[in-house]
């Protein structure tokens, strides 16, 4: 099985949670799409110690950090999801650009990446003002395209109403928490993705 890491957003925190569950599967990571610098595969690759993980190239490198299907059109290539190659590996973590409903061309969006992956989702939802609302619209869009879902991950400073109403309304599982992290390194990884076992 394959994990399809998403967000309610851009800045949730899919390299983070990407990096945990890479170290707690001792998986492959693939990034598909990269827009702009720094690469989010060599921060996967900084943060995981499992020895066991492989980290492959993306297959779009794109030179402007903006939405992909401009910064696409900026390098004159065209992203078509039927045009997807996974890496051969047997799992594989597999990280998203901002949230499902970003463009990758005129007509398809992130989400229509995610039944070429096989993948089941693992939504990230950061706390904040209005994450409610952002994660629920999240969630509409995943159950109408019947997409499999794992469950929620947290990220941020915790707030137990916001993260109640949320795992209530949707029915999916919490699998983990992460606090707001003051420093992030191998050693944190670790310790989060044994917790992330617990819950798995």
Known sequence: ?????????????????????TEMAGCGYWK???????????TVQSLVSNYK???HKEQYLLQTPASPHYAAKIDGV???????VLPSQDILVIEGAGGLLVPINDREVIADLIPQCNAEVILV?????????????????LKRRKLRVKGII???EPNAASEEIILKKTGYPCLLRIP????????????YAEKLRDNW
């Open 125 to 141: 939802s950061n706390l904040y003002l209005g994450s409610i609302n952002h994660t629920l619209l999240t969630v509409e869009e």
């Open 1 to 21: 099985m394959n994990y399809f890491i998403t967000a309610i957003g851009t800045d949730s925190g899919k390299t983070l949670v990407s990096a945990i569950v």
């Open 32 to 42: 598909p799409i990269q827009a702009g610098l720094p690469r989010d595969t060599e």
């Open 78 to 84: 065209h992203i078509q999801a039927q045009d997807m």
């Open 53 to 55: 993980c492989q980290f």
């Open 154 to 156: 947290f990220n941020g």
């Open 180 to 191: 707001q992290l003051e420093v992030v390194n191998r050693d944190v990884v670790r310790v």
